[in-house]
Each structure stands twice: as C-alpha cells, then as structure tokens.
C-alpha cells in the first residue's frame, strides 16, 4: 500500500494556508448538512425506507447539478424507529454531532412531539408529516411545518364520511396516540350534527388479541366503526371483528390499513367492504411523476410524496436566504411557493430560478405546500377507497 | 356476562402465555438469572414456525421446528454471553439477556423486514357456547398448549433427565454430588426452556400476526406471570400465566385496555413486595 508522508512543515504550512484563505472559500468546500429522520422501524417501518430514499434522490439530483449556493448537499438518514426515545437520541446525534440545518420527515405524532423541542432550542428546522393537531400548536417559533392535514381536518373529514355511510352509531377504536383526544372531541362535535351517536374506546396497542375490547364494542351495536390504530394492531382488531361476527361497516385510515394489512390477513373476506381514508398526495400532478421516479415506487405513499416536498421546499430556502442554517430556512420556507413566481416542481429547476434572481412557485407532489403561520398545510385533498376481493378500489378524491 | 366473557378470554391468553412463561422459569430454575432474551426468541420461534407452516409443514412439525431454531439460538447466546457473565452475579447476566434479546429481534428484522406477517391458517367465525363467545382457533391453540404442558410436566415428573433438572434447580451441589453434571442440565435447561419460548412466540402468533416486535410485546406479562407465580416455579409459572392473562382481560373493563401494563407492573410490585418468593414460591413443582 503506498502511503503519502506528510512533514510537520508541510502540516503546518498547509494549515496557516486554509486559514489564510477568506472564510467563504472554506465554506464553500464544507457540504450543507440536512437529515432525514424517518421511522426505518417499529409501526412506521414500512414507510420510513422510501421516504428516506426519496429524498435521498432529490440530494443525488441537486448535487449533480451544482448543489446550493456552490456547496454540496450532504443528507445523514437516522432511524426514529417509530418510537420517542429512539428518535430524541438520533435527533440529539443529528443535531449536536452532524450539525444538520434541517431534520425532516418524523411520521409517528409521538416523535415528532419529542423531537421539535429539541429543534427550535437548536434553531434547527423540522419538516414533518405528523397529524396531530397539538404539533402545530408547540411553542415551534416557526422552526417548523408539516405537509400532513392536521388530524382536525382529517378527523372532520372522516366524520363527514361516516355520516355519508348512513350512519346513526359510530364506534371508535384507537389506542393511545396523541391525537386520540382531537379525534374524539372531532367526532362528538361532527357525527351529532348528523343524528348519529358516537362512543369510543381506548385499546392497548401491545395485546395480541382485542377479543374483550370487541365485545365492549359490540354491546353498543354500532353500525359503523372507526378502527384508527396502526397496521399490527389492526390486523389483529379486524380478524376479532370478523371473528365476533361483526357485520357493520369498518372505516379506517389508509396508513394501516394498507396493501400489506390485506396480504397479511390473507383472507379476503374478513376485509371485504372495509373502507380506507387518506390525505390524497397531487395523482397525475408532475411532481407527483417526479416523486415516483424518485422513490423508485410506481404508486408513492403520501408520506413519501410529503418527504419529497420537504427536502425540495427545504433546498429551495437555503437557494432563497443565501444561507444554510435553520433560521435562513424558517425566514424562507414560504419564499419557494409564491403565487405568481414561476412553477416549478423541483429543487434543480427551483434553485437555477432563484440564483437567476426569479422567484418560483412550486406545486409538490403531496399538494400546494402553502403554509399557515402555525406551519399547517392550506390545503388538501383525501381519498377514500374500499376493499373489494382484496383489491382497493377507489370510491372518490374529495 | 361480559365479566365471564372477559374471564373465558383471560384463561385463552394466559394459556397462551403459560408456555413460554414455564420456559422462563425453568431457565431461571436452573441457571438463576432471569433471561431477558426470551422476548427475542419468542420471535425468532415465531418466524421459525412461520417459514415451516409456509413451507407445507404441518402444525406440529412446525411447532418442532418453532422450539427447535428458538432452543439452538437460545442455547448458543446462553452459552457464548450469559452464562459467562453469571460468575459476576444475576445481573450483568440479566444485563446482558436485554441485549441479546435486542440482537435477536433486529436479526429477524432483517432478514424479515417489518410488515406484519400472518400465518396462512383460515379465520373462522366464533362459536358461541351459551352466551360466551369462543374462537374454534383460539380453542385448537388452546388445546396445543395445553397438551405442550402436559407433556413437559409428565417429562420433570417422569424421566430421568426431568428428575435430573429438579434435583439440580433444589440443590445443584447435593445434585453434583449424586453424579449429576450441571454443566449438561444447564445446557438442557436453557435448550428447553428457549424451545418453549419459542413455541410460545409461534402460538401466540398463530391467531394475530407476527412482526420482529412480537417477542418485546409479551415480554411484560411473561415476567409478570412467572414472578406472580413463583419465579422458578413451573406450576407458578402456569398459574401466574392464568392469572395475568385474566386480570389485563378483566382490567379492559374497569379501567380501560389503554393501561393493560399497569397489570404486570403492579403485579410484580405486590408480590415483591408482600410475598417474594411468589405464590407458589420459589422451588415448587
């Protein structure tokens, strides 16, 4: 092997040199740092990878392009594993050790909810596609937004759909999250409305069977129940619904009950009729074709089409404030989707705009990406399917 | 009715959870630490039952290759970095099993990913006998449990290798003196007793699903459930099994599934504090 031999001399000389040299010609060599923290494990599992790697071909895309403001982008991808602890210990790595200017896609409310404060008391900004209502609600000085409709909108919507079953008893199946409450207070202001009654339950989401919890169900003869936990769980509520002979209506949201629940459960018909309910990413949209080659999948998750948005809103910013720290980015964020700028539906074309001295309005994959000053989405649309012979079906985009 | 319904399905869980429980405690009978492993093994049982259902074995043959991938894996992490660590106390021991468990878990995910997986075996409808609700599943699983228990007391009271097991957990040294090696019963011990935990990860997967989390889930109420009863105790262990099982059913009712932990955190807290030794204490069989 052969080995280059440094002097002392040399070492010393090399270093009066670089420190010589101006400030922004050391800069520019040092890489921008931003993250991904993204639940590689846990309940999350299934999401996490893809959206890791999504914005991980949105980096390739702009480095191969020249970067931000001449630096190279560098993206350190840490695993949340679905679980608070987990992911206070990577962000507190992200943070101190990577120095990252921005952290984005935590899924799970509860990581994201232990994660933000460790964000803003470091000025480091957080994209994320969290829905429970209280994130927003955090003392986030702005170092924060979220791509995913807060879970009151979500929840209104589900309840307006509930009511369009038909429904005159709902019944609520949730285990401990932090938006259990809101989807509680949600459904008994919305389902009354409509003459219909709502009771609910909170479930353990660590049991291997639901049996007793059924039957506590079942006692209030619901015609319509809300099973709102996440996959593993709910596989194991649905078959003790089948099993219990429950012949109502399931509605439940599109994040558990997925293509791998159905697989999982391997009996079609103790899904049959069930409806699923999602925050619908931009279908057709060219972000949404660019997100698809970016993740390598032909039919991108919304959290992954939401983490796309993130990582081209998050380069755009820095592009926008002439600086890679997290406060240039929270002064900046909104800069990247200003109505009458130029559209754009990627960081590369976004950034040549910007350094051009143009402004730009880009239309993402998950939607318009227009931010309230709590860091909510505008806008948004949902998608409700059903299960039929183990296929999902589209019933409508509203 | 719902309290009897709730009781029927208390006694289907914690029979469920008697198997690996008694697995537990006859490792901790044996080689005095409690293995923290197991959670990690009734997992990779679990996925060892799975790949041999999956592969056309039929449930017995896959409840074989369940306790026989567990019993090795068990085994082999009791020999290479538990039972070194016992000469400095239980604990680095009991230290090191978390670790272990933690290794085993992320070994399955890997291999496996994280989805859910659920065992090909049809979901059939509920039968109701009077007004209480039963699964034919639950009751077949049930039943195999039952008959794995059976079998294994039959072998402590029994065999020459069970007597053997006995007499080395009462007193290993009077054990030794009678020509006992302890040695070889430690390695019985821990192949058994990881056997069992992983056939008890495969049943308890049978009617719900499996995921690399399945072995951390039950690892609460399996410790709970062989404290309650008498840690080192096989028949305690079965009984504290029932027990848990129909307490974290019964407590669905009273204060809300949300808080089925607190059952196996104040279970343990009671017994520790007013009858350590457990119910059925220490050493009984």
């Given at each position: 092997?052969?080995?280059?031999?440094?002097?002392?001399?040399?070492?010393?000389?090399?270093?009066?040199?670089?420190?010589?040299?101006?400030?922004?010609?050391?800069?520019?060599?040092?890489?921008?740092?931003?993250?991904?923290?993204?639940?590689?494990?846990?309940?999350?599992?299934?999401?996490?990878?893809?959206?890791?790697?999504?914005?991980?071909?949105?980096?390739?895309?702009?480095?191969?392009?020249?970067?931000?403001?001449?630096?190279?982008?560098?993206?350190?991808?840490?695993?949340?594993?679905?679980?608070?602890?987990?992911?206070?210990?990577?962000?507190?790595?992200?943070?101190?050790?990577?120095?990252?200017?921005?952290?984005?896609?935590?899924?799970?409310?509860?990581?994201?909810?232990?994660?933000?404060?460790?964000?803003?008391?470091?000025?480091?900004?957080?994209?994320?596609?969290?829905?429970?209502?209280?994130?927003?609600?955090?003392?986030?000085?702005?170092?924060?937004?979220?791509?995913?409709?807060?879970?009151?909108?979500?929840?209104?919507?589900v309840g307006e759909f509930i009511l369009s079953l038909g429904a005159k008893k709902a019944f609520t199946m949730i285990p401990q999250t932090p938006f259990t409450q809101s989807t509680f207070d949600v459904l008994n202001q919305v389902l009354p409305k409509g003459g219909c009654t709502h009771q609910s339950l909170i479930y353990d989401d660590k049991k291997?069977?639901?049996?007793?919890?059924?039957?506590?169900?079942?006692?209030?003869?619901?015609?319509?129940?809300?099973?709102?936990?996440?996959?593993?769980?709910?596989?194991?509520?649905?078959?003790?619904?089948?099993?219990?002979?429950?012949?109502?209506?399931?509605?439940?949201?599109?994040?558990?009950?997925?293509?791998?629940?159905?697989?999982?459960?391997?009996?079609?018909?103790?899904?049959?009729?069930?409806?699923?309910?999602?925050?619908?990413?931009?279908?057709?949209?060219?972000?949404?074709?660019?997100?698809?080659?970016?993740?390598?999948?032909?039919?991108?998750?919304?959290?992954?089409?939401?983490?796309?948005?993130?990582?081209?809103?998050?380069?755009?910013?820095?592009?926008?404030?002439?600086?890679?720290?997290?406060?240039?980015?929270?002064?900046?964020?909104?800069?990247?989707?200003?109505?009458?700028?130029?559209?754009?539906?990627?960081?590369?074309?976004?950034?040549?705009?910007?350094?051009?001295?143009?402004?730009?309005?880009?239309?993402?994959?998950?939607?318009?990406?227009?931010?309230?000053?709590?860091?909510?989405?505008?806008?948004?649309?949902?998608?409700?399917?059903?299960?039929?012979?183990?296929?999902?079906?589209?019933?409508?985009?509203? | 009715?719902?309290?009897?319904?709730?009781?029927?399905?208390?006694?289907?869980?914690?029979?469920?959870?008697?198997?690996?429980?008694?697995?537990?405690?006859?490792?901790?009978?044996?080689?005095?630490?409690?293995?923290?492993?197991?959670?990690?093994?009734?997992?990779?049982?679990?996925?060892?039952?799975?790949?041999?259902?999956?592969?056309?074995?039929?449930?017995?043959?896959?409840?074989?290759?369940?306790?026989?991938?567990?019993?090795?894996?068990?085994?082999?992490?009791?020999?290479?970095?538990?039972?070194?660590?016992?000469?400095?106390?239980?604990?680095?021991?009991?230290?090191?099993?978390?670790?272990?468990?933690?290794?085993?878990?992320?070994?399955?995910?890997?291999?496996?990913?994280?989805?859910?997986?659920?065992?090909?075996?049809?979901?059939?409808?509920?039968?109701?006998?009077?007004?209480?609700?039963?699964?034919?599943?639950?009751?077949?699983?049930?039943?195999?449990?039952?008959?794995?228990?059976?079998?294994?007391?039959?072998?402590?009271?029994?065999?020459?290798?069970?007597?053997?097991?006995?007499?080395?957990?009462?007193?290993?040294?009077?054990?030794?003196?009678?020509?006992?090696?302890?040695?070889?019963?430690?390695?019985?011990?821990?192949?058994?007793?990881?056997?069992?935990?992983?056939?008890?990860?495969?049943?308890?997967?049978?009617?719900?699903?499996?995921?690399?989390?399945?072995?951390?889930?039950?690892?609460?109420?399996?410790?709970?459930?062989?404290?309650?009863?008498?840690?080192?105790?096989?028949?305690?262990?079965?009984?504290?099994?029932?027990?848990?099982?129909?307490?974290?059913?019964?407590?669905?009712?009273?204060?809300?599934?949300?808080?089925?932990?607190?059952?196996?955190?104040?279970?343990?807290?009671?017994?520790?504090?007013?009858?350590?030794?457990?119910?059925?204490?220490?050493?009984?069989?």
């Open positions: 092997m052969n080995t280059i031999r440094i002097g002392r001399r040399t070492a010393l000389a090399g270093g009066v040199a670089a420190l010589a040299s101006p400030a922004v010609v050391r800069a520019q060599a040092d890489p921008i740092k931003l993250a991904t923290l993204t639940p590689l494990t846990g309940a999350g599992g299934p999401y996490g990878p893809v959206m890791a790697k999504a914005a991980a071909s949105v980096v390739e895309e702009v480095n191969k392009a020249g970067g931000v403001l001449g630096r190279r982008i560098v993206l350190v991808s840490e695993d949340d594993q679905t679980n608070p602890e987990a992911a206070v210990r990577a962000a507190r790595k992200l943070i101190d050790v990577d120095k990252v200017s921005a952290i984005m896609g935590t899924w799970a409310s509860s990581v994201t909810t232990a994660v933000a404060p460790l964000c803003w008391e470091s000025k480091t900004f957080l994209c994320t596609v969290s829905g429970a209502d209280s994130i927003t609600l955090l003392p986030h000085q702005g170092f924060l937004i979220r791509t995913q409709p807060n879970s009151r909108l979500q929840v209104t919507r291997t069977t639901y049996r007793t919890e059924v039957d506590q169900a079942l006692r209030t003869s619901p015609d319509v129940i809300l099973a709102n936990g996440y996959t593993p769980d709910t596989v194991v509520l649905l078959k003790d619904l089948y099993r219990a002979g429950f012949k109502g209506k399931i509605l439940g949201f599109a994040y558990s009950i997925n293509q791998k629940l159905v697989d999982q459960v391997g009996q079609p018909e103790v899904v049959e009729g069930v409806y699923t309910f999602a925050p619908s990413p931009a279908e057709g949209s060219s972000a949404f074709e660019k997100a698809k080659a970016a993740s390598g999948s032909a039919n991108p998750d919304p959290y992954t089409c939401q983490v796309y948005d993130h990582i081209n809103l998050v380069l755009m910013a820095i592009a926008n404030g002439k600086a890679a720290t997290g406060e240039a980015i929270k002064e900046n964020i909104r800069k990247a989707t200003v109505s009458g700028g130029k559209q754009v539906d990627n960081a590369v074309d976004g950034i040549k705009e910007i350094m051009a001295g143009g402004k730009v309005d880009y239309a993402g994959a998950s939607g318009p990406c227009d931010f309230d000053e709590k860091g909510d989405i505008l806008d948004c649309k949902f998608r409700y399917d059903q299960i039929k012979a183990g296929k999902f079906t589209l019933v409508k985009i509203a | 009715m719902i309290i009897l319904q709730a009781l029927v399905n208390g006694i289907v869980s914690g029979t469920l959870l008697a198997v690996p429980a008694i697995g537990f405690t006859a490792m901790f009978a044996v080689l005095r630490f409690p293995n923290f492993s197991v959670s990690g093994v009734a997992t990779l049982g679990a996925f060892a039952g799975y790949l041999a259902y999956g592969a056309g074995l039929q449930m017995a043959g896959s409840l074989a290759a369940a306790f026989v991938v567990a019993g090795i894996a068990g085994l082999a992490f009791d020999k290479m970095a538990h039972l070194p660590l016992i000469k400095q106390g239980a604990l680095p021991a009991a230290i090191a099993s978390i670790a272990t468990g933690l290794i085993l878990e992320n070994v399955v995910r890997l291999a496996f990913g994280n989805e859910p997986r659920g065992y090909d075996r049809p979901i059939a409808r509920d039968v109701f006998i009077g007004e209480i609700r039963v699964s034919p599943q639950q009751i077949e699983t049930m039943g195999l449990a039952l008959l794995l228990m059976l079998l294994v007391f039959a072998a402590l009271a029994f065999t020459r290798i069970g007597k053997a097991m006995r007499a080395s957990a009462d007193n290993p040294e009077l054990a030794a003196l009678k020509g006992i090696r302890p040695e070889r019963i430690a390695t019985l011990a821990s192949f058994v007793g990881m056997g069992l935990v992983g056939v008890g990860g495969m049943l308890l997967g049978l009617d719900s699903s499996i995921d690399p989390l399945t072995g951390t889930r039950i690892l609460l109420s399996l410790f709970a459930a062989a404290v309650l009863g008498g840690l080192g105790s096989a028949p305690g262990a079965v009984l504290g099994a029932f027990l848990i099982g129909m307490a974290e059913e019964l407590s669905v009712l009273v204060v809300g599934s949300q808080y089925r932990a607190a059952v196996g955190f104040i279970a343990i807290l009671v017994v520790l504090t007013l009858r350590p030794r457990g119910l059925l204490g220490e050493r009984a069989y």
